[in-house]
């Protein structure tokens, strides 16, 4: 409890260290430009690299994104539309229709009172219960896992791929969708396949584990521990960036633009807020994550879907114009933004970026759920791009796509420069209002992001430095320093480097799901013969 309670209220504390700035407020040059323009030569070399790009018909097209495409479009070959075939059967495996937890001896340190049982030492980050069987159940890694992709890219992101590539691009970004499905379902088979249990139940899994391990038993031990620590470093920075800055200020400028606070400290005092909410929850571990995120995520998908829906059913006579558009913009030669190749780009990296299929990251969260069946876990994971990318992100274009028809809300070719801005108006556009409830599901996506991307960096760090509580300690605190950090200032080139450290990910998870495809068509082959003999115990 002392631990806990110092590393709060360390996390509480600090950032007034990093908020302290030149106390002369008519200075132009702030520290966030001087840690911008010191960071700005070195998120350009770093991503000219990861972004490094090709023209295709004119249209340059990062490497990355074509490594995403490819390889979903691979798996998606190579276990025979896995979307498609075991859709119903994800559904039932995160119901818990064939839950089969693995065996555990170790006794459970409990007392009872006659109506319940009071645990004496529950271990947060361990993958059993100690007061009940199951631990971290498929729906809180599921959640857990989309809390950290459903985010803001399904607001933002799609109004800007809209603004570039017209309606047509919402085409491409549901087959983009559909596609990585596959991708999630390889990887997320191997995190659990591969992860490591320490003696006390606490797991550890990802891409670190099985790139070192799987690779090993390939024969290519050396080059796995090279791909495992270069995904750990790549995903530390992406947690404390794209993971937790970002969203930290783009909550708090939603926030402070919605209630048109003009106070020069309203930054910071939101970002100790959030600060203070994420530091109660990740202290808790993994257990904790996924006991909020499974109510979190399913919420603000309601709160948000819903008010989407409601908007596309008081236009209900102009959704045959918007799915008309989409339609004839998806294949026409004189689309938008270079022709057919220029929207289909703009649809596929809306995709890849929205739901991180083929970055990894979602595998070290279902690493941690109780399960005896690596690809029961496979099965869960393939849900999360249907979820983030086919329902969500198709919603927000809907919602653009029918309240633009009269070009009020932008227009198309021109990029928007603030994604949220846009969507905002074309949800007031309609309901007047709207706006605040947009402001809350910003607010509850950010945060819900934040926390599922403390447990994904928190892995790679011990991964690099080491399964101690003084590492746990430093990486918590960091994270939390960072969030309000990132609330309080504008460091644009700092996350431009953080994302692009999250999309270098993509290069060494995807070599390793190409080469360890083949453990995971067995894998499946296991979980499809348990499934066709399941008894339901009483």
């Not at 990861?50 to 495409?69: D, K, M, Q, R, W």
């Not at 309080?488 to 190409?514: H, K, Q, R």
Request: hydrophobic share 50%; proline share 3%.
């Amino acid at each position: 409890m002392k631990q806990r309670f110092s590393l709060l209220l360390f996390a509480l504390l600090s950032p007034i260290i990093a908020f302290c700035q030149d106390p002369d407020s008519t200075n132009t040059v702030g520290i966030d430009e001087k840690i911008n323009a010191a960071f700005k030569p070195i998120a350009e070399t770093v991503g000219g690299i990861v972004f490094y790009s090709v023209s295709i018909a004119g249209n340059s097209i990062p490497i990355v994104l074509i490594v995403l495409i490819a390889s979903a479009l691979f798996f998606t070959l190579y276990f025979k539309f896995p979307n498609i075939r075991y859709f119903g059967l994800a559904i039932k495996t995160v119901k818990g229709d064939y839950y089969e937890a693995p065996s555990d001896s170790s006794p459970k340190i409990v007392v009872s009172d006659n109506t319940r049982d009071t645990i004496l030492d529950d271990i947060p980050d361990t993958i059993r219960d100690e007061s009940a069987q199951g631990e971290v159940t498929p729906f809180q890694a599921l959640t857990a896992a989309l809390s950290a992709t459903v985010g803001l890219g399904n607001i933002a992101g799609v109004a800007v791929a809209l603004s570039l590539g017209g309606p047509g691009a919402t085409f491409w970004m549901i087959l983009a969708g559909l596609l990585g499905m596959a991708t999630k379902f390889t990887e997320c088979t191997l995190g659990v396949k591969y992860r490591d249990i320490d003696a006390d139940g606490t797991v550890h899994g990802g891409p670190m584990y099985y790139l070192s391990k799987g690779l090993k038993e390939k024969g290519l031990g050396g080059l796995g521990k090279v791909f495992a620590a270069f995904f750990a470093l790549m995903c530390v920075g992406g947690s404390f960036g794209g993971g937790n800055m970002f969203q930290a200020n783009q909550a708090a400028a939603q926030f402070i633009a919605t209630f048109d606070i003009h106070s020069s400290s309203a930054g910071f005092l939101f970002g100790l807020i959030i600060a203070f909410l994420v530091g109660v929850v990740i202290i808790g571990g993994i257990k904790r994550i996924g006991q909020v995120t499974e109510k979190v995520v399913p919420f603000m998908a309601v709160l948000y879907v819903g008010t989407a829906l409601i908007i596309i059913f008081m236009n209900f006579s102009s959704i045959p114009t918007a799915f008309g558009l989409i339609f004839s913009g998806a294949f026409s030669s004189t689309a938008i933004a270079g022709g057919i190749v220029g929207v289909l780009i703009q649809g596929f990296k809306r995709a890849a970026f929205s739901n991180e299929a083929g970055v990894g990251s979602a595998a070290i969260a279902h690493s941690a759920v109780r399960t005896a069946h690596p690809a029961s876990e496979g099965m869960v994971a393939l849900l999360e791009p249907f979820i983030d990318t086919v329902i969500i992100c198709t919603m927000t274009a809907l919602v653009l796509i029918i309240t633009n028809i009269d070009g009020s809300i932008m227009t198309y070719g021109l990029k928007a420069p603030d994604g949220v801005g846009v969507t905002s108006l074309a949800f007031e556009s309609t309901i007047s209002g709207s706006s605040y409830i947009l402001t809350i599901a910003v607010i509850l996506f950010a945060f819900s992001t934040m926390l599922s991307w403390s447990y994904y960096g928190l892995q790679a760090w011990k991964y690099l430095f080491g399964k101690s509580t003084v590492s746990d300690l430093t990486y918590k605190i960091l994270f939390c320093i960072f969030a309000v950090i990132g609330a309080s200032i504008s460091l644009g080139a700092v996350v431009d480097f953080s994302d692009a450290m999250i999309f270098a990910m993509v290069f060494p998870n995807v070599i390793g799901l190409l080469i360890l495809a083949p453990v995971v068509r067995e894998e499946v082959a296991k979980y499809i013969e348990f499934t066709k003999n399941y008894k339901k115990s009483e």
